[in-house]
């Protein structure tokens, strides 16, 4: 859910200036939640070329879980317009060549829309 600053929303960041836009999950994926990765930026392959080091659609078919609750609010989800959340994958991303600068070892902000939950 896109919202901009004054919505009527009783959870909406306050750390937002006037006129600035932010993300609202109101997804169904919480924390915990096991995921596979169906597409990365929704597609199943680069769209262009890209660099090796950022060719994430390498981990597309890889098991993760998401490590941080959705709805707290993070400076580094705020990048896009669309609901990403924090997933931790089971492989190890920098074996794979990948850049992976986050806080949490193996996670990447995914798009909920990239995900399926493994039941």
Not at 21 to 28: E, I, K, Q, R
Not at 31 to 46: A, D, E, H, M, R
Not at 55 to 80: H, K, M, R
Request: net charge negative; glycine share 6%; proline share 5%.
């Amino acid at each position: 859910m896109l919202l901009k600053r004054g919505a009527n929303k009783s959870n909406a960041p306050d750390r937002y200036a006037p006129g600035d836009y932010f993300v609202l999950y109101d997804g169904f994926m919480k924390l915990g939640t096991k995921v596979k990765l169906k597409s990365f930026n929704g597609t199943i392959k680069p769209e262009e070329e890209c660099r090796p080091s950022e060719n994430y659609w390498t981990l597309v078919g890889c098991n993760g879980e998401i490590v941080q609750d959705p709805n707290q609010n993070n400076i580094y989800a705020d990048f896009s317009s669309k609901p990403r959340l924090l997933v931790k994958f089971e492989s190890n991303i920098i074996s794979l060549g990948l850049e992976c600068h986050n806080n949490v070892n193996n996670s990447l902000w995914i798009m909920e829309s990239d995900l399926e939950e493994i039941k």
